[in-house]
């Protein structure tokens, strides 16, 4: 009974904006994509909800209620016209990426090279102060005109 009563007391301009509202959160209607661009950013979706809660604030009980669906509607269709919505579906959340970089970058390990050098350098093998003996002299030998120093 009460809810009857509730439709009684709705005005005629908020009856069509009820029908309009129905219409467009129950059939397939797309988004023209100047709205849902305008819809898609931070400053419409709080225009959106601030229509929302003045539907609730000032107009009929039944008429908010529907509003409340139709926003959300509103801003589902325009998030899907858009792209944002595919986007953050497929873009990877950091954690997947750190993962990733982590198996592209392996730990490091030692390269043949050094391998080779620790094992054959005398003085990777010795101590600091300690001297190798060994039976090789260097020998300077006549270099002719290549050094400035006779």
Same mark, same amino acid.
């Given at each position: 009974?009460?809810?009857?009563? #509730?439709?009684? =007391? $709705?005005?005629?301009?908020?009856? @069509?904006?009820?029908? !309009?509202?129905? /219409? %467009? +959160?129950? /059939?397939?209607?797309? #988004?023209?994509? $100047?709205?849902? *661009?305008? @819809? &898609? #950013?931070? @400053?419409?979706?709080?225009?959106?909800?601030?229509?929302v809660? %003045?539907l609730f604030? =000032?107009? *009929?009980?039944?008429?908010?209620?529907?509003?409340l669906? !139709? +926003? %959300?509607?509103?801003?589902?269709?325009?998030a899907?016209k858009?792209? !944002?919505?595919?986007?953050?579906?497929?873009?990877?959340?950091?954690?997947k990426?750190?993962?990733? $970089?982590?198996?592209? =970058?392996?730990?490091?390990?030692?390269?043949?090279?050094?391998? !080779?050098?620790?094992?054959? +350098?005398?003085?990777? +093998?010795?101590?600091?102060?300690? %001297?190798?003996t060994?039976?090789?002299?260097?020998?300077? &030998?006549?270099?002719?005109?290549?050094? $400035?120093?006779?």
């Amino acid at each position: 009974m009460k809810l009857v009563s #509730t439709f009684k =007391n $709705m005005s005629m301009p908020e009856i @069509v904006v009820a029908v !309009v509202f129905i /219409l %467009y +959160a129950v /059939l397939p209607i797309e #988004t023209p994509r $100047m709205v849902a *661009n305008l @819809v &898609d #950013t931070s @400053v419409g979706m709080v225009a959106v909800l601030a229509v929302v809660v %003045y539907l609730f604030m =000032n107009a *009929n009980p039944v008429l908010a209620a529907i509003s409340l669906f !139709v +926003a %959300y509607e509103l801003l589902r269709r325009s998030a899907a016209k858009t792209g !944002v919505q595919i986007v953050t579906q497929y873009t990877p959340s950091q954690r997947k990426k750190d993962a990733k $970089m982590k198996e592209m =970058n392996p730990p490091k390990t030692t390269s043949l090279e050094e391998e !080779v050098v620790s094992q054959m +350098a005398p003085l990777g +093998a010795t101590k600091g102060g300690e %001297y190798v003996t060994s039976s090789f002299s260097p020998v300077a &030998d006549e270099v002719g005109s290549a050094s $400035m120093f006779e």
